[in-house]
């Protein structure tokens, strides 16, 4: 009698790794394979398996405990780094790191269920002769935040909630939508309760109904949370916010430099609420003055650690809507106990320069200080007395002018770049209703705010420089650089000034603020004004924070920080605090730690920066449905394959006349030369042009405006 054949069982090996190649790209933890093998094997046998299957190259093990199938070995270079994903509307994404200059390339499948703005570890793939890296996300080490807004829809006893940010890559599952009174078309904030290995979306909770599509405060809401700041401030931290501003020590004013007797006053707008700086001034001799710049002391009441700072960390900075403000602290430290209001002693920070008639500095201080601000001038009144030399302190406010005039002269001779676009400002009835548009001014008054803050910004980063290089270990800093511009980007912007008729001589890097500043002095009020503005602040590098010092080259200084705003801005919390460390000669301070926190605070601005803009680009479409029909002069401020956008001269509202609306013929996009030319007429569009335009629609939720070309 024959025996009976075994069964063939396959080995371990093979089934583990079949596995894992049904899953190409996907990170996998060691307890979801356990789990589905856990009828076969020992979770030792599984572990033993994945550890032979990883040196034999097969997988590749992101961290501990998890792994992956679907990179070549030949693809993967070996090395992995940290760094902030930056998703672009297309679902690839660059993950902007401190260990590159260049930002790392991830192709949208390989994103692996991170979210924009997460930080995440990446797999870097050899180097295949392309100038920029790429790789892909293996672990998210950091979600950017937890909630999302989107719109309900139902079906049946659940629902989805489809996120509006166009850089969010999945909906989020609802269950029990019905018994929660959700209705298709709400408008809510969903948070992501589990998100499962074997699920294609994550399980979603929803955190706040936030209204009707369409309302005002619905959609300055959704701007400000699809952009990762949260609308509230939890209990615990404004908890803590009262108690700080309730806490004054008979110990707070010790060591403080007295400022309370002398001369001191803010410049801001007529709407300010928080009220971050002032200057102190008095007369030392006939060519001697004594200059404070006198900054609130945030970081006395916002101690490392505490709930208040970790909140303040996480939102990175004060974000400005165009009908509010949402602040990077609670308004009882912000607007109350650490803004600079006249008649109340205040704890600051200072810069103290005294300097001559010809802006030179003769001596600087920096330290704590104790003042009392004696006057609140709005811009408007500060320009009123500088030009016409009536009202009260009008002979110190010349007297500083005239100092702030030599400063940006002297600026300017040591490399600065004079951009001055124009900056629109709405404005709005109570209901965020958009009334009408004016163009913001900036007179000397501004400039005179804005040259002392940049004197004591540089001269703060120059002391700690100066103090580092008399150190064997390193002082780690945080810095506002600013890199040289691209060379291929500088080189198709001369070319396009050259179209214009425009000669800029540009060899090397020192040429380039002198070309410029030459060039919009000649461009000043003709057509293409804007254009060449636009596109020569787009060929710039973008300036962000970081302890590796390489100067500001759009200002020309060679050291620059951030130290006059920590209302609003985290990293100059971090400056304060260095700062003092340094002081009292404490050098403790760990640089990659500090860089860390840099590479966040520069993700945040962006991202407030791009709140900012949706929240004008919103009032403009609402604004623009009132002129539907009709037709204004606008200037070509974008060529793309499928359109050009206008920006209206009159209002400054942006549109797109879409390509498929030049239906008189056969357009041919040209994106080296910035324009589009017809083939069959030889009519050509290019940045710059003055066109005029219908308007024919406007879609507020879009936030888009279409025209059509009114021919001439």
Request: include cysteine.
């Amino acid at each position: 009698m024959s025996k009976k054949r075994k069964k063939h069982q396959e080995p371990p090996q093979k089934l583990i790794l079949r596995y894992l190649k049904s899953h190409p790209g996907k990170v996998i933890g060691f307890s979801k394979i356990a789990a589905e093998f856990s009828n076969r094997y020992s979770k030792e046998t599984i572990q033993k398996v994945l550890s032979e299957l990883h040196e034999r190259g097969h997988i590749i093990q992101s961290s501990r405990g998890k792994y992956a199938y679907g990179m070549r070995k030949s693809k993967i270079s070996g090395q992995y780094v940290e760094g902030i994903l930056d998703m672009t509307p297309s679902g690839n994404a660059f993950v902007i790191s401190d260990a590159f200059t260049q930002d790392i390339f991830i192709s949208a499948s390989k994103v692996n269920r991170a979210f924009d703005g997460d930080r995440v570890k990446v797999a870097l793939y050899q180097s295949n002769g392309k100038k920029r890296p790429e790789g892909e996300i293996v672990e998210i080490l950091e979600r950017s935040r937890e909630d999302f807004v989107g719109t309900v829809q139902l079906y049946k006893q659940h629902a989805f909630v489809v996120p509006d940010y166009q850089n969010t890559n999945c909906d989020f599952f609802i269950a029990n939508a019905v018994k929660q009174g959700l209705k298709s078309g709400d408008r809510v904030i969903v948070k992501i309760k589990t998100w499962a290995d074997d699920e294609k979306n994550p399980s979603g909770e929803i955190v706040e109904k936030l209204g009707v599509v369409g309302d005002n405060d619905t959609e300055m809401k959704a701007i400000l949370v699809q952009n990762g700041f949260p609308i509230h401030f939890p209990d615990e931290v404004l908890a803590e916010a009262a108690l700080a501003a309730g806490n004054m020590p008979e110990d707070a004013y010790h060591k403080r430099r007295d400022f309370r007797d002398i001369l001191t006053f803010t410049i801001d707008p007529e709407d300010a609420k928080d009220f971050d700086d002032a200057i102190s001034f008095r007369v030392m001799d006939k060519n001697r003055y004594e200059i404070g710049i006198h900054i609130a002391d945030v970081s006395w009441f916002v101690k490392p650690g505490t709930a208040l700072d970790r909140e303040a960390y996480k939102r990175g900075t004060s974000v400005y809507l165009v009908d509010r403000v949402l602040p990077m602290l609670p308004e009882t430290l912000s607007n109350q106990t650490c803004s600079l209001r006249p008649d109340e002693e205040k704890l600051c920070f200072s810069a103290v320069f005294q300097m001559n008639n010809q802006g030179k500095v003769l001596h600087e201080w920096f330290g704590r200080t104790v003042i009392k601000s004696n006057q609140r001038f709005t811009y408007e009144q500060a320009q009123e007395r500088i030009e016409t030399g009536k009202g009260e302190l009008s002979e110190e406010l010349k007297i500083l002018n005239r100092i702030a005039a030599k400063l940006r002269d002297d600026k300017y001779k040591h490399g600065a770049i004079s951009f001055e676009t124009a900056e629109v400002q709405f404005i709005v009835d109570l209901d965020g209703v958009p009334l009408g548009v004016k163009i913001k001014e900036r007179k000397d008054a501004h400039l005179l705010i804005e040259d002392f803050m940049l004197l004591a910004n540089r001269s703060v980063a120059a002391f700690i420089a100066k103090k580092a290089a008399g150190k064997r270990q390193s002082l780690p800093f945080v810095y506002r650089v600013h890199d040289e511009p691209d060379p291929e980007r500088l080189d198709d912007f001369v070319a396009f000034a050259r179209s214009f008729g425009y000669q800029i001589q540009i060899d090397n890097p020192t040429q380039i603020p002198k070309a410029l500043n030459k060039l919009m002095e000649e461009v000043k009020g003709k057509p293409e004004q804007n254009a060449l503005e636009q596109l020569a602040i787009r060929s710039m590098a973008k300036a962000v924070y970081t302890t590796h010092n390489i100067g500001h080259f759009g200002l020309g200084f060679s050291y620059y920080t951030h130290f006059t705003s920590p209302i609003r801005r985290y990293p100059d919390v971090m400056v304060h605090r260095l700062l003092q460390q340094y002081l009292n000669a404490d050098y403790n301070y760990s640089e990659a730690t500090i860089e860390k926190q840099c590479v966040r605070c520069s993700v945040r601005e962006r991202k407030a920066m791009s709140a900012e803009r949706e929240s004008i680009k919103l009032k403009q479409v609402e604004f623009i449905q009132n002129y539907i029909g009709e037709s204004f002069e606008g200037i070509i401020t974008g060529i793309v394959h499928f359109g050009i956008f206008v920006e209206i001269i009159e209002n400054k509202c942006e549109g797109l006349v879409p390509m498929s609306s030049l239906h008189w013929d056969d357009f041919v996009y040209e994106m080296k030369g910035n324009r589009i030319m017809g083939t069959d007429t030889g009519q050509m569009y290019r940045l710059g042009d003055l066109v005029k335009v219908q308007v024919v629609h406007a879609d507020p939720e879009k936030r888009r405006i279409d025209f059509v070309l009114v021919p001439d």
